[in-house]
């Protein structure tokens, strides 16, 4: 039997080291706290250790007393006061002065032979003015295979002890409860009322069945032992019970079962919180994804509009010159007559009528629809930019008030939301901040006005936007009059005037068309260059983030598929412990495992 047990018994261990192994992993992968990590190292550990009995409770209750008792001998002191102020683990060897083995932590040794095959625990008391005696014991909780919760007759479970028995219930520990201080009881009804008060508030605060109870007065007992009485007289004193259970039945299948046990709760603990954790943070992600989503939307809609609602400054622009090309073929009309040949012989008194009456404000309109146009464009990217800084700065907002900005301190990554949206935050303000419209609307007509003056021609130092227009005409009309001026004197003939004069319409309103298309493709460039240059200056604002964020979820949505894989395994194997090592019936009591379910 013991060949299969150990067979068994190393097969399942295996199976556990390789999960606590993949969990550590994956922790690790998706940012876990170092205390989980290092939790999870040291039981790969703790699993080739002895067995580990832990004795805990507040102080004063006599933990120390007990083991002394579980000794036959004084070996730790006992008192009124705090007396046990590090973990002191006993183990079997010859006895001697203890040993420091690690900072709060000392080895004691005996020549017990039951301590062959376990450590016993003692542990600081909870409850104690010295805050840091109870986080070593929790912090040792842990490690236990099995924990002795020793409490007092005459305070029994007090609000301390439930906050710390919920402590051990994360962990998922199997608990037996020790009620020591019988000696001092009224009456042996008292000890009814304790353990009916005890049975009922763990199972309704922890809710777990019955627990195991026994009722002992370690003093008794370890007197009894020095005294060479193996008998203790107290009949209600269920010491010697209670020792058979520590030294006799935490044995064999018993042992092995909570050892087993042990790594499988505390995984559970680590899995559960873990579990919790990543979802919690995935929320948050999927928040910040939906915001960023969302400032791509306002993007792309600010796009469309901004295309469509273009397109009236451009239809504005070609009713000045439809205008134009009207008033132009009337004067063409008017002037190119026969009667008009000493007059149109005049290149500067054509020039001028052609401007007072053709040209007339065209190019300052067309220059004023260029600055409505830009100054259009320059307001809709400033609203654009606080839009999206009022949807960061209520986003931050909502997270602050869920409790998504605390800072995680503990965990490698510091995934802090609020250092991160300050940092997104912080460009936008600074746009925002040196938004200069005036200055931003006067560098893009500098650029249309050079773009047109290229395209026309003209030196840019040299003359101004509606001067583009006013050089073009004119010159247009120069040349037509030219053409008139000749042709008037060539032949002598009245239907040649008729002719040349639809000519020079045609090619005038040619010449106009012509300008159409060309200045409203160059404003429509220009206009396209600084509205994706817009869209560009936020979205590489955006952009580093939405690329975290895709790797941020990537990764919590790994670890938490691999974590919830790994809660799935640990139920199949303590399934599988429970059925290959049955919990063994105890006579004197009936026993509990303590769940952290």
């Known amino acids: 039997m013991e060949q299969v047990l150990n067979r068994q018994q190393g097969e399942l261990v295996a199976l556990e080291r390789k999960l606590v192994l993949q969990v550590r992993d994956t922790l690790a992968q998706s940012d876990g706290t170092r205390a989980d990590l290092d939790r999870l190292a040291s039981l790969v550990h703790e699993m080739d250790e002895l067995f580990l009995l832990v004795v805990v409770g507040e102080y004063n209750s006599g933990k120390s007393t007990f083991i002394n008792a579980l000794l036959g001998d004084e070996v730790f002191a006992m008192g009124d006061l705090p007396t046990t102020r590090a973990i002191s683990i006993l183990r079997y060897g010859p006895a001697g002065p203890p040993e420091t083995i690690g900072e709060h932590v000392q080895l004691y040794h005996y020549p017990l032979e039951a301590l062959r095959d376990l450590d016993i625990v003692d542990t600081p008391g909870t409850n104690s003015i010295e805050r840091m005696e109870e986080a070593i014991t929790r912090e040792f909780v842990p490690r236990a295979d099995l924990l002795l919760f020793v409490t007092s007759l005459l305070q029994p479970l007090t609000a301390s002890e439930l906050d710390f028995l919920t402590h051990i219930r994360e962990w998922g520990k199997k608990v037996v409860f020790v009620v020591n201080g019988i000696d001092r009881r009224n009456s042996d009804d008292q000890l009814t009322r304790v353990r009916e008060y005890l049975t009922r508030e763990v199972s309704a605060r922890l809710g777990v069945p019955a627990p195991t109870i026994y009722f002992i007065s370690a003093l008794q007992a370890l007197r009894a032992k020095m005294s060479g009485n193996a008998t203790i007289p107290d009949e209600k004193n269920e010491y010697a019970g209670l020792e058979r259970y520590v030294l006799e039945t935490l044995r064999e299948k018993e042992r092995v079962r909570l050892k087993l046990l042990s790594p499988l709760g505390v995984l559970t603990n680590v899995l559960k919180k873990n579990v919790a954790t990543l979802d919690s943070r995935l929320a948050v992600v999927q928040a910040d994804v939906s915001v960023l989503r969302s400032i791509r939307a306002q993007v792309d809609a600010y796009s469309q509009e901004m295309r469509s609602e273009s397109e009236r400054f451009l239809i504005e622009m070609r009713n000045v010159l439809y205008e134009l090309e009207r008033r132009g073929r009337s004067w063409f009309e008017r002037t190119i007559r026969i009667g008009n040949a000493f007059f149109l012989r005049n290149k500067d008194a054509v020039e001028n009528r052609f401007r007072a009456e053709v040209v007339q404000e065209s190019p300052e309109a067309i220059e004023k629809v260029v600055h409505r146009m830009v100054d259009w464009t320059v307001d809709r ?200 090592f049955p919990e063994e019936n105890v006579t004197e009591a009936t026993e509990t495992k303590v769940s952290s379910g």
């Open 381 to 580: 990217n400033l609203r654009l930019w606080r839009a999206v800084f009022s949807e960061l700065d209520a986003h931050t907002a909502r997270l602050r008030a869920s409790g998504a900005l605390a800072p995680a301190g503990d965990t490698e990554f510091h995934y802090n939301r609020e250092e991160l949206f300050t940092r997104l935050r912080e460009p936008v303000e600074r746009r925002l901040d040196e938004f200069d419209t005036e200055r931003e609307a006067r560098e893009i007509v500098t650029s249309v006005k050079e773009a047109v003056m290229s395209a026309f021609g003209v030196n840019v130092l040299a003359i101004g936007l509606g001067g583009i227009f006013l050089a073009v005409f004119t010159t247009a009309a120069l040349d037509f009059t030219g053409i008139l001026t000749a042709t008037l004197f060539a032949i002598a003939g009245w239907m040649i005037i008729p002719a040349r004069r639809r000519h020079l319409v045609k090619e005038f309103e040619e010449k106009i068309s012509k300008l159409n298309e060309d200045l409203a493709a160059l404003l429509k460039t220009k206009f396209e260059e600084q509205l994706t240059r817009y869209e560009r200056q936020l979205l590489e604002v955006v952009a580093p983030y939405e690329r975290f964020l895709d790797t941020e979820r990537t990764k919590l949505e790994g670890g938490l598929e691999a974590l919830r894989g790994a809660q799935r395994e640990v139920s199949s194997l303590e399934h599988r412990v429970e059925e290959t």
